[in-house]
């Protein structure tokens, strides 16, 4: 069983629409949680960190998080085809505290 | 440096030669990561290293794959014997203890 899970898409949605990203993961004991945007050809690229229940925003990104139902997510406003891109959830994993990575949300905004 | 380094960026060996990649973390960070990453796949974990502790290799997908951290800093991620299923880019971040790790732009290894 996959220890963080992703729906690997594509996600297509217009420009200047809500996009919305989700992520489960199995160790209930996880305590920070990541959102990394990959572009094709480039290396993973850290855009969020969430800690605590609840949600966390930074410009037009949203990270949300509910512990009790082992769910994360991310929102992204007015969403623009440069946001166009790969997104990875990343868990620490509480046993070895090493980053567990799924396997990606492929994002396309259309223009 | 500023930010994670790796090199060579680019490598093409013969199958059956030996590789090494190598990888130098932001200064002062004692978290570091190997991932691999197969042409349009996900990120497949192979070793982690943390301070001064014994590195986590259950990644590590046969014995033909090692990896040492000399002096808490450089990592080198050497294959033996390279097969064709091991091109891929070979993904280096590094970060502190339990939080956020930074990604290096990777060595895309071609074994023809």
């Known amino acids: 069983q996959k220890e963080v899970e992703q729906n690997s898409g594509p996600l297509s949605v217009p420009e200047g629409a809500i996009a919305s990203l989700n992520c489960t993961y199995s160790d209930r004991g996880s305590q920070s949680f990541f959102w990394y945007r990959q572009y094709s050809g480039k290396s993973p690229e850290l855009i969020m960190f969430?800690?605590?229940?609840g949600d966390k925003e930074d410009g037009r990104f949203t990270a949300q998080l509910n512990k009790a139902s082992q769910y994360v997510s991310l929102l992204i406003r007015d969403s623009q085809p440069s946001d166009s891109a790969t997104y990875l959830c990343?868990?620490?994993?509480?046993?070895?505290?090493?980053?567990?990575f799924g396997s990606g949300t492929r994002l396309q905004v259309q223009p | 440096g500023a930010g994670v380094s790796q090199s060579p960026s680019n490598k093409v060996t013969e199958k059956g030669k030996d590789v090494e990649l190598r990888c130098d973390p932001i200064s002062g960070h004692t978290a570091l990561y190997w991932y691999r990453q197969s042409l349009g796949q996900g990120l497949e974990f192979l070793i982690y290293?943390?301070?001064?502790?014994?590195?986590?290799k259950s990644g590590l997908p046969s014995d033909r794959f090692s990896a040492e951290r000399t002096g808490g800093s450089v990592s080198t991620l050497t294959i033996q014997r390279t097969q064709q299923e091991d091109s891929a880019v070979y993904l280096c971040?590094?970060?502190?203890?339990?939080?956020?790790?930074?990604f290096g732009q990777g060595t895309r290894l071609t074994v023809v």
């Open positions: 971040a590094s970060g502190l203890r339990n939080t956020e790790a930074f």
């Open positions: 990343a868990v620490m994993d509480t046993g070895r505290r090493a980053l567990t």
């Open positions: 290293f943390q301070g001064n502790s014994a590195p986590d």
């Open positions: 969430i800690y605590s229940n």
